[in-house]
Structure formats: structure tokens, C-alpha cells
């Protein structure tokens, strides 16, 4: 449950709640800048009445809270004046590593002339092996920088470890943490305490509560700026990179607030399959999308056989804009943010 305290509570009022969970030995957060009591182990409210600073209880059965679609409703936030998780889709494109001057220049001019708004590209690389391109570190962080800032676009790339943090924050307009890091609690933890948007992609084995969990990391420190990205898990069939779990993103949504955005490249790993699974995605409800593009898949650093040329991405911006106006809903890649109609298809 969430127990939130009327603004007039002082110090002492505060500490003899803190004392009554001692005394039960119960487990309790408690967010001084909100002025509420996170304790998802305890229910009995009728026990609480002897508090009078309780403005009112939330009550939450479930392990994850801040995340929780009975804390809030919807989490909705402007980056850079584009909206997430408002009524329109959100699209993030590029390549799945900063790899050179000329390659991320020409993607960011291509996705402008798309109406694109937000380019991806990692400039720290968490690799498999610690034999392939672990990206450019900094000189990425800075070539991605300069060439969004060129083109009007906003930029999505990783971190990896607090290291980094000062540098990516800089750089970055959404923070990524992918999913090896997803149960990196102490990064988390570091990052809940900025306000830096984050789009935390699901752990390869994560289940849905573990994923809220995760995200209730960042929440409690305060940053409300959290989405949520499904990018495929592990399973046996070893014919596909990954199994894109398309029943997550209305899970998740009806379990959560937050924005839930597919990522159909890691999904499913190929090329051929990812503009499919993106419009599948679009129609499971999903708040946005992160799609891999390179000018030239073949020659790729990383993750080449899943990325889309730029006629392929084209063909998938084409593709979804009669799903988008069959569903009713408008895209930030669309001028104006017009809602389409199914008639001019
Ligand atoms: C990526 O987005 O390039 C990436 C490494 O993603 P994930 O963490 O989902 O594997
Ligand atoms: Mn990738």
C-alpha cells in the first residue's frame, strides 16, 4: 500500500509511523519528496487510523507499487516537446551502434526527411563477447549528439555502468538500459534519483513483475520519467534470436501507467520479419516503437542481419499509416500530429 501524508506532517508524526513498522518489523520506504510511505507488505488500513497526518491510503496487491496502474493512471512526459505515451505513437530509429561520422550523419538525415523525431544508437555496447565492437564509447556519444542536434531529433542511447552516467546524461535525451542491465539495481538506483527520461527494456528471462520491480527502482527515487520496452526473451527454439512477446504489451499495460514501447528488431532478430512485427506491435496497442536502421545492414557492426535499410524502414513508416488510422491513433512521425484517415488509403 501506498500511504501518502498530509502536507502539514512534521518530523515527529512522521517518525512514530516509521516506528509503528519497526515495531511489526514490516519493510517500508518512505519518499520524503512526495511525503508518502511505500509498504507493500502490510494491508491492514484500519490500523493506520490512529495516524491522523494519513491523508489517504492506495491500497496495491500486488509486489511492484509506484508502477502500479492503481497508483496512477497514465504516465505521460514531454521530451523535447514530443510527447511519450500520449496519444500518438512514438517512433525511435537507428543503428543498433554509433559507428562512424558518416554513417550516423547520413541515418540522421534520412529519419529527418521520415519526420522521424528520435534517433537510437549505442555508443557503449553490451556485447556477448568480448571480442566484437563494443562501440565508441565517447566519440559515439558525441558523433550522436551532434548529428541529432544537426537533424532535430532526439537522442536514445545506453548506459552501461555508473561510469558512464555523467557523460550518457549529457548526451542523451533517453537513457537506455537494456536488458542485461534491467536487474542492475544499483544503476537503477542511481538513475531514479535524475530526471533524465529512461527506457528500461526487459530482462531476456524477465517476468512481467520482476520487469515492474525493475522499474519501481527508478520510480522510488523519484524519476516519473520511466518506459517500458519489450524487446523479445529466451525460450528453446534456437531458430530465432529471440520470441517477441507481443501478449506483454496489453499485460503490461493493464498491470502499469507507464508507456510500454516493442523493440520488433530484437524481437525477432531478422530483418525479413521485423517490419511484421512492428505493425503487429502498433496493433497490440504499443505507445511507441524502436526499430534498428543502417545505411548499409551488411556491413554493420552489430546486429547487421536484423537492422532495415532505409527503403525497408520507408516501406514500414508507408505500411503502418493505414493501421495507425484504422486504430485511431496519430504518430509523432506524422506532421502535425493529425490523426489519419483510413479513407485516403
Ligand atoms: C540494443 O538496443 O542495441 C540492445 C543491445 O538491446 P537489448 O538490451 O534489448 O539487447
Ligand atoms: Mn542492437
Given amino acids: 500500500m501506498i500511504i501518502q501524508l498530509s502536507q502539514h ?3 515527529n508524526q512522521i517518525s512514530n509511523i516509521k516506528s509503528f513498522f519497526e515495531k511489526k518489523g514490516i519493510e517500508f520506504f518512505f519518499q520524503d519528496f512526495n511525503n508518502q510511505f511505500i509498504v507493500p507488505a502490510f494491508n491492514d488500513e484500519g490500523a493506520l487510523k490512529q495516524f491522523n497526518i494519513i491523508k489517504s491510503i492506495i491500497e496495491i496487491n500486488t509486489p511492484f507499487q509506484l508502477s502500479s496502474k492503481n497508483y496512477k493512471t497514465k504516465t505521460s512526459f514531454s521530451v523535447n516537446e514530443v510527447e511519450i505515451g500520449g496519444t500518438d505513437l512514438n517512433l525511435i530509429a537507428g543503428p543498433c551502434s554509433v559507428e562512424s561520422d558518416e554513417q550516423i550523419f547520413s541515418v540522421a538525415e534520412f529519419l529527418n526527411s521520415q519526420g522521424i523525431k528520435f534517433i537510437r544508437g549505442g555508443a557503449f555496447k553490451p556485447r556477448t563477447s568480448p571480442y ?10 558525441k558523433l550522436i549528439r551532434n548529428a541529432a542536434d544537426k537533424y532535430d531529433l532526439r537522442v536514445v542511447t545506453e548506459l552501461m555502468d555508473l561510469s558512464n552516467l555523467d557523460k ?17 539495481f544499483s544503476l537503477l538506483a542511481e538513475l531514479g534519483k535524475t530526471n533524465k527520461p529512461i527506457m528500461l527494456k526487459r530482462g531476456m528471462s524477465a517476468k512481467a513483475t520482476e520487469w515492474l520491480l525493475a522499474a519501481d527502482y527508478l520510480l522510488c527515487g523519484g524519476n516519473e520519467n520511466v518506459i517500458l520496452c519489450e524487446r523479445g526473451i529466451r525460450s528453446f527454439d534456437m531458430q530465432s534470436r529471440n520470441v517477441f512477446d507481443l501478449g506483454v504489451i496489453p499485460l503490461m499495460q493493464s498491470l ?9 528488431s530484437h524481437g525477432v532478430g531478422k530483418a525479413a520479419y521485423v517490419n511484421k512485427m512492428g505493425l503487429a506491435a502498433i496493433a497490440a496497442g504499443a505507445d511507441g516503437l524502436m526499430i534498428e536502421v543502417h545505411p548499409n545492414p551488411k556491413k554493420a557492426l552489430s546486429d547487421g542481419e536484423q537492422a532495415l535499410t532505409f527503403s525497408e524502414f520507408s516501406d514500414f513508416i508507408i505500411a503502418s499509416k493505414p493501421l495507425l488510422a484504422a486504430i485511431n491513433k496519430g504518430a509523432d512521425f506524422i506532421n502535425n500530429n493529425k490523426t489519419l484517415k483510413l479513407e485516403s488509403f
Fill in 9 to 11: 506532517s512534521d518530523a
Fill in 132 to 141: 566484437s565492437f563494443r562501440g565508441l564509447g565517447n566519440k559515439g556519444l
Fill in 168 to 184: 550518457v546524461y549529457n548526451n542523451a535525451d533517453i537513457i537506455q538500459i537494456g536488458a542485461r542491465n534491467m536487474s542492475n
Fill in 256 to 264: 502499469s501507467h507507464l508507456p510500454v514501447f516493442a523493440d520488433p
